[in-house]
C-alpha cells in the first residue's frame, strides 16, 4: 500500500470517536503554495521559497473541496518542482475573498471562480464588441459581493470615446481607467501595483491584450473579434495568474457572456447602485423596488437616471426568474459554441 493510500484512511476514520483535530495530521511545516492556473486534475502553483512552480494535485482526504485559481494551500508530498515531480494538496487556507457566479440567474449552483483577490477589473471595449451596461452592473453587484474593489477598465480608445460610459460611472465613485492597444499604460499600472486583480469581461474586450502590455514577455495568445457577429473567440481558456513587474498579482481569465448572479441576495444587489441606495431610502418598509411594489420611490424619484432604475430592475426581474425585457436576455445569453 502506497504512503497516499494510508494517509488518505488515516485522515478518514470510519467513526469518529475523539475530536477532529487530534485526527488530522498538522500540515504546520507543509510549503504554502499559490494556485497560478489549473488545467484538468492538474494544480500549478507558486511557492515563494526558492520562487519555485510546483505541479500537484488534490489529496483525497480534500474530498469535494474545490481548489481554485487564487487559492493558497497546503502542499505534502513531493513539493520541490522539479521536473516531473508531483505535489499534493492537502488544505486549502480561508480565503479572504471569493469571486463567483452561477451559470445563470435562476441557477443557484455556485460557481467559485477567483479566491483572494481584492480587485475585480471590469474590462469593457468602447466598441467591437459593443459595451453593456447591464453586464457592467452586474460586475459591479458580482464586486461587492465578493468584498472586492472594481474597477472599471475601457479599452479600445482608439475606436470610440470612453467618456459616454466614464459619466455613467465616475458619479458612483467607481474607479476607472481608459486604455488603447499600444498606447500609455502608467494609469492602470498605478491602480494594479500591490493588489490582486482579476480581469473578468466578455471575450474579446482586450483582456490578454492588456496583460501582454503590463507584463512584457506574458505572451498571452490573443484572438479577433469576428466583424460580424461582433464576438470574441473565447482565446483564453484558464484563468492565469501572473507577478506584476512592480509587485502585485494579475489575473487573465476566459471571456464570458454570462454572469449569473442566482447566489446574491437581493437585499445586497442595491449596494450596487449607490445612486439608486439613497433615494430608496424613502421607500416604504420592506419595497421590493420592483416595478410594480406600491409607491416604490425608486418610480418618482427627481434626478435619478431612468435607465439606472430600468437596469437594477432587470437585475432583480432575473433574480426572481421572471421574465426579462429583450435587452436583458440579450446579456445573459449563453454563448453557443
Ligand atoms: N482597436 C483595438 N483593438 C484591440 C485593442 N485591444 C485589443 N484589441 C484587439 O481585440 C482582439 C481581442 O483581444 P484579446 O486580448 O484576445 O481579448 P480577450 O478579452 O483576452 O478575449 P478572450 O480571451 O476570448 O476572453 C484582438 O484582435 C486585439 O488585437 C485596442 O485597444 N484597440
Ligand atoms: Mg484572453
Ligand atoms: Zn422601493
Redesign the pocket.
Known sequence: MSRYDEEARYDRPKRRTRPRTKDRPSYDDAATGFVITRDRGRYTCWVEPGDRVVTAMKARQLGRKGVIVGDLVKLDGDASGSEGSLARIVEVLPRTTLLRRSADDDDPVERPLVANADQLVI?VAVANPEPRTGLIDRFLVAAYDAGMRPLLCL?????ADPDPLLSIYRPLGVESVA???GGDLSALHEQLDNRTSVLV?H???????LVNGLIPGADRA????NEVTGR?????VTALVLRLPDGGWIIDT??IRSFGLAHIDPDKLILAFPDLAEVAEDCPRGCTHTETAPDCALDEAEGVDRERVASFRRLLASREGRESPPAQQESTQQEAT
Open positions: 474590462v479599452t479600445k480608445t482608439d475606436l486604455t488603447q492597444q469581461g471575450s474579446g474586450v482586450g483582456k490578454s491584450t490573443i484572438g479577433v473579434v470574441g473567440r473565447h482565446t483564453s476566459p471571456g
